[in-house]
């Protein structure tokens, strides 16, 4: 993101980080605030507050090249069991928080990592740890992520009896060289049977996930790309832009050889971007955000992101897991061995945290719905009681001069073109003191 790399229009590509994921920086987040979490889970919540559930699962056949997220790969039957011994342990202890009591939750989503990765047992164990620990009867929304090769017929049987309403499917790319020159576990031929098990297991509601900028990628293979997924049909596609962050062996890769050589830059990662929308939309489908298509097909609203941008609480668990509860930002332990010997120890493996201000709580949820391309400023008015043409009257007098973003009425809207690069402009809406600092 802006605080560790110039994003712009340039393109060369960049090393850093660019997805704008919260608010404030991770990185302004510390050890000392942990407090604050434990006093935000020992009392009611605020007053008609969703409640979510994060499940974050870190094991994976492979790393990719440019994963920068919390995963293990090569872990024996034994220590999967013991990871999931602890979240089962994690989940009852939130179970008796006052926070957590009484509530129903809204969505449910396991990610990763990769959470297809487990076992059939080990799915049934964790749902229904789940379904005892919180109440997940009022559910609008249970997304599941699968990485292809692990997506067997019996494996997606499970995933839809325990209850999945949205089956997220890591493609990424169709083509095999790509992903094999990505590092990916899966190659196209996975794709497509995981796929036709799906639809099978009667899912309709399915998302593929593609990555425009992987190591490789030509227009031909983009358009392909697009081409195929448009022939697959799924309710959702999500489209990423990618990234290469300091912790990805893509990175290290580059900095010994001191080249990026092989990835696209920011203005062709945007270019492919805008095909795809393009042939999607001509395909059916509408823009959701600046990453999400949706075809019309019944309760296809993307719940986590909706609701999560509008301030729900967010219970988090899992190694490395991110989280909030009445104001407060939170992670667990970011490595393995401390976060199961804490949860063994019967403590909240709570790392860091970030008790955030009205103002910061504002911007958060402000620069996140920017991500829908339309933003209600009577929202902000009612909800926080300030105007955003006011609090934000320099960036956002900026982007209407750049004819980035329209005013109309009560409404705020996004070009295109400012959607397509959405994550670039938000860092100024930053409070000062957190535009140069690193963003995790």
Request: charged share 20%.
């Amino acid at each position: 993101m802006a605080t560790e790399v110039a994003i712009g229009s340039s393109n060369s590509p960049a090393v850093g980080n660019y997805f704008v994921a919260n608010y404030p920086p991770f990185s302004a987040w510390t050890q000392g605030q942990v407090g604050a979490v434990l006093e935000a889970l020992s009392r009611k919540p605020r007053d008609n507050t969703e409640l979510g559930i994060y499940v974050h699962i870190p094991f994976c056949r492979k790393r990719c090249h440019f994963c920068y997220f919390k995963v293990y790969t090569d872990r024996g039957k034994d220590e999967i069991s013991s990871y999931v011994d602890a979240l089962i342990r994690e989940v009852a202890a939130y179970s008796e928080k006052p926070a957590v009591v009484g509530r129903q939750a809204t969505f449910l989503y396991l990610g990763g990592g990769t959470p297809s990765y487990l076992s059939v047992r080990h799915l049934r164990q964790l749902y229904s740890a789940l379904s005892t620990g919180f109440d997940l009867t009022g559910l609008r929304e249970f997304t599941f992520e699968g990485e292809p090769g692990t997506l067997s017929p019996t494996k997606i049987e499970i995933i839809k009896e325990i209850g999945v309403t949205r089956l997220s499917i890591g493609v990424e790319n169709f083509g095999d060289e790509i992903l094999e020159l990505n590092g990916r576990a899966h190659d196209s031929q996975q794709i497509y049977a995981a796929y036709a098990a799906a639809e099978r297991a009667g899912f309709r509601r399915i998302n593929i996930d593609l990555i425009a900028g992987m190591l490789g990628e030509t227009d031909e293979n983009w358009r392909d790309s697009v081409a195929k997924a448009i022939e697959l049909s799924p309710a959702s596609v999500t489209i990423y832009q990618m990234e290469i962050p300091h912790n990805t062996s893509l990175y290290a890769q580059i900095n010994e050889k001191g080249a990026l050589a092989g990835i696209a830059g920011w203005d062709t990662k945007r270019r492919w971007l805008e095909y795809a929308f393009a042939e999607l939309e001509r395909a059916g489908y509408r823009v959701s955000s600046g990453y999400t298509l949706s075809r019309a097909v019944p309760d296809n609203e993307f719940v986590y992101t909706n609701s999560l941008w509008r301030g729900a609480d967010l219970i988090g668990v899992g190694v490395s897991s991110f989280a909030h509860v009445s104001g407060i930002h939170y992670q667990n332990e970011h490595n393995l061995a401390p976060y199961l010997s804490r949860v063994q120890a019967g403590d909240l493996p709570i790392f860091r945290a970030l008790e955030t201000t009205p103002r910061e709580l504002m911007i958060r949820e402000f620069i996140l719905q920017m991500k829908l391309g339309k933003v209600s400023l009577g929202y902000f008015r009612e909800k926080f009681g300030a105007d955003p043409l006011d609090i934000f009257k320099e960036p956002l007098g900026d982007l209407v001069g750049r004819d980035l973003v329209t005013l109309s009425g009560d409404e705020m809207a996004l070009s295109r073109s400012a959607l397509l690069q959405v994550d670039s402009l938000l860092p100024a809406f930053f409070l000062p003191q957190h535009r140069d600092i690193r963003y995790s």
